[in-house]
């Protein structure tokens, strides 16, 4: 039994957290997110640099045959400060449906991610079928040997800046994945800020004609495809998670260390160290989730998707619990902007609330 | 022992019911249902009604051109106002600095301030805390030196809620360095124009632009403008303290949001979110009662005490409960946010139309365990006034 990090992975941690020293204080993050793109492509130039971009994969696809142990000290270095670039849609989501698939393109389209030079979303999101993705109503039908799209997807992440996207449709009754240029006629795209101040994105699919070559996969391979990524996507964001609670409790540790009421630091009052403990506990019993569910995915373990669900409860109980006592530790300053303590309490949220919140979790924890 | 309201008490709030029905503002009510923001102005023509209908002074004795009501009929009064889903009476002027004037001021105070409160002629703001003095309120270091006929002000007051809209603020501040922080604190009024004064907005995580902090330099105020005694704003600062706190429960405001969760839900059939909306129910009726018993103490001549405090915990947990449901309710779709104002209208995205107030509200009523005493001060106060520890 080992449970450390090798070397490394050790090494990727400390790389990614001296980037973080360096590019990526409070102030850095908000000047990215209040740029058109959102995110940095400077970042992004850099991330594709260092390799990162080709981390979750495959030798023959250009990667490093790394796996979900490396994916989750990169996110869990990125929520300590609560990095903005779009890993997830693009590498995480995308890449993991590419890499898993039989498509002839695949390859192609895996180097061109991993260099950096090109960013794919999946669209997967529909308005009225919460979080059953694959009850979608977006249509793909055959049309002589080509394809027809047509349909609508919201929520897709960093949309605006997609060269392409992986769209999740119905396809002879059963779901496919299919690819679509973001310039393709017939596609329309509606941009928003999310809630924590990334992009996202709603897309129109109007009689969009696709080439039976844009069809990734079909049926059961496009359901596993699916599914499978959105395992390795909930392992992903509670790593990020991970990472941010650890900073959202060290900060607050920190504040109430400064922050002097009745001539005396407040970190002094009980009350407040067990509620600080109580932060730290938290982050530690989700960690302890994390490591299983990732060891799990890693070893191609039966009963990964009941251990993902689990951990995806245990994080948004304890993102919740962190976030807002984050923020009351804080006082007037934890709903503040302009400090960053209140932004975990944000991205704790958006976590929560993306790939099944914490009672879809429950459910469906409960039915496995 | 009888719950029951009286004959006359139920008839005045028929009253008070119809009275809205045919008269609350037609554009804010509608802005009101449909959870839109309210305009500065929006607030001012609110008020305005209120001093059309009497109700201004709805909390002060009628000598100095209150309603002189009861507390049942202020309970009653305040039930009516949420469940006809107007916007919270500001209390700045009229539950604040109103009261403390016509109890501490002298007669040219009380002529000069408290009809402009009542016809909300002045906006008025709180100068409370400080950068440094929040939960120890008492340390504030805001000085105010004694220079001939004016008080020479400097220092920051902060969190001060719309103080950009605010003609007026009223202040605690240091005349006097003494040994106990709590004495050499006097209560101010100043003039918003006065020059020396700057307003820095402070963003909340919602985007919302509510509180500021307000900085004073070399500010020159008329020594006319000191309530009371020097050196005695603690005293009024308390008594103030005590009118805070009715309707600090937000029971009828919690009833409203509740049903509004449950219409905009009722579709869904969702079993485990239906449980949990019963649950704060529960707690929400545990409170309502808590706040009658509490009402009837009064009505009986007795004071409120710290038991207020157990209103004023339990309140903004119920509060924050219910923005988390909605929250919950609106799952995956609350990502998609632009700040409080929502989305300009040809650019509205997919799911429930709650998602983005509800996450709005969500984020804003973090605040409400903080302000107005942190809930770990309200359990400080419990523990020592009532447990003795």
Known sequence: MNLNYSDEQNMLREQVLKFCETNYDFADREKILDSEAGYSPENWKEFAELGWLAVPFSEDNGGYNFGPIELTVLFEEFGKSLVVEPYLSSVVMSGT????????AKQALLESIISGVHQISVAYAEANIGYNFLDCVTSLDAKGDNLVLNGSK????NAANSNQFIVLAI??????LVLVDSDTSGLELQSFRTLDGQTCGELTFENVALNSDALIASGDEATSLFNQMIDVSILCISAEAVGAMTSAYQKTVQYTKEREQFSQPISNFQVLQHRMVDMFVETE???SLLIKATLQLDSKDAETSKTISALKVQVGKAGKYIGQQAVQLHGGMGVSNEMSIGHYLKRFTVIDSMFGNTQHHINKYSSL | M???FSEQDLQFQEEIRSALANDYPSHVREKQEQGMVLSKQDMIDFHKFLYEKNWAGYNWPVEFGGTGWSPVQIYLFLNELAAAQCPTILPFGVSMVGPVIYTFGNQEQKDRFLPDILQFNSWWCQGYSEPGSGSDLASLKTKAVLEGDHYIVNGAKTWTTLAQNADWIFCLVRTETTQKKQEGIS?????MNTPGIEVKPIITIDGDHEVNTVFFTDVKVPADQLIGEEGKGWTYAKFLLAHERFGIAGVPVCKVQISRLKEKTAHYNDLDLNKKIAEVEIDLMALEFTELRALAAIAGGGHPGAESSILKIRGTEIQ????????????QYILAYEGPDGFESNKTPAGPDHASDSVAHYLNFRKTSIYGGSNEIQKNIIAKAILGV
């Open chain 1, 97 to 104: 449906i590419l890499e898993n698939s039989n498509y002839s």
């Open chain 1, 154 to 157: 919201t929520i897709v992440l």
């Open chain 1, 171 to 176: 396809h002879n009754g059963k779901p496919a």
């Open chain 1, 285 to 287: 019993i989700t960690k």
């Open chain 2, 2 to 4: 009888d719950i029951s």
């Open chain 2, 187 to 191: 209560f101010l009024l100043i003039d």
């Open chain 2, 320 to 331: 924050q409960r219910i923005s988390e449901l909605f929250v919950e309710a609106a799952g």
